[in-house]
């Protein structure tokens, strides 16, 4: 089983950063990614990173603007989201799993877990 624990939302104006932390316990990963899911819709990719390599993928709507990265030495996955626009708002998961060999990456419900979300607000 792996825990994952997740921090850093809030509320921002439109250009502004915030930096979402997940620490995860119980299991070494193989593939970690935040999502997130406006109200309303569906769930978004937003990326993932490998955790062996460190090989990161994103959606166009955040590439160049976000930045995950993991910690091995603690678990730990971060989401950095500079520039923020409107359209960032909504709920933010981190997402993991433990199989070697994870192909699913764009399918939340390929992740064996998941956190709570945390909340994500940008203003105009």
């Known amino acids: 089983q792996v825990q994952l624990r997740e921090s850093g939302g809030g509320s921002v104006q439109a250009g502004g950063s915030l930096r979402l932390s997940c620490a995860a316990s119980?299991?070494?990963?193989?593939?970690a990614g935040w999502f997130r899911q406006a109200p309303g819709k569906e769930y978004e990719f937003v990326a993932a990173?490998?955790?062996?390599?460190?090989?990161?993928t994103y959606a166009g709507s955040v590439e160049g603007r976000f930045t995950i990265s993991r910690d091995t030495a603690t678990n730990t996955v971060y989401l950095q989201m500079n520039n923020l626009e409107p359209d960032d708002t909504a709920i933010y998961l981190c997402?993991?799993?433990?199989?070697?060999?994870?192909?699913?990456?764009?399918?939340?419900?390929?992740?064996?877990?998941w956190g709570q979300g945390t909340q994500v607000t940008v203003s105009s």
């Open positions: 990173i490998r955790w062996s390599g460190g090989s990161a």
């Open positions: 119980g299991r070494t990963l193989s593939i």
């Open positions: 997402t993991a799993d433990t199989t070697t060999g994870f192909i699913n990456t764009f399918s939340i419900r390929a992740y064996d877990y």
